[in-house]
């Protein structure tokens, strides 16, 4: 009986493995499917990146970035749109880079 209790508690954790994936209902004409972000047209079995940083297929998006969550207190992140990555620097000079030892992501 434990061992069911623990499979069940497993199995509602399981979201958390791709917690940076969705899978959006895109249109679809049959070739090719819409970019539920961008808008695009882009041919089934292909894939890219769009303009929210997600690296996308037809059947779904994932965040194509690492974000750091553990980083020393004088520090902070902020994310560049153009590399689809975050900087972590020093709060008090932005070109001082500053260490990180976890994050969840790419």
């Known amino acids: 009986m434990k061992c069911l209790a ?3 508690l497993l199995c509602t954790q399981l ?4 917690g940076g994936c969705h899978n959006p209902v895109m249109k679809t004409d049959g070739t090719h ?3 539920a972000v ?3 047209w882009h041919a089934i ?4 990146r769009n303009s929210a940083c997600q690296d996308c297929t037809c059947t ?3 965040d194509g970035y690492f974000t750091p969550n553990r980083f020393p207190d004088d520090c902070m992140k902020e994310f560049d749109n153009e590399k689809c990555e975050y900087k972590v620097f020093k709060k ?3 070109t001082q880079p500053c260490p990180f030892f976890g994050g ?3």
């Open 6 to 8: 623990l499979a069940l």
């Open 15 to 18: 979201h958390l493995l791709h």
């Open 33 to 35: 499917c819409q970019d």
């Open 38 to 40: 961008d808008k695009t």
């Open 45 to 48: 079995g292909s894939k890219w």
């Open 60 to 62: 779904g998006c994932c």
């Open 92 to 94: 008090t000079d932005p």
């Open 104 to 106: 969840v992501g790419k």
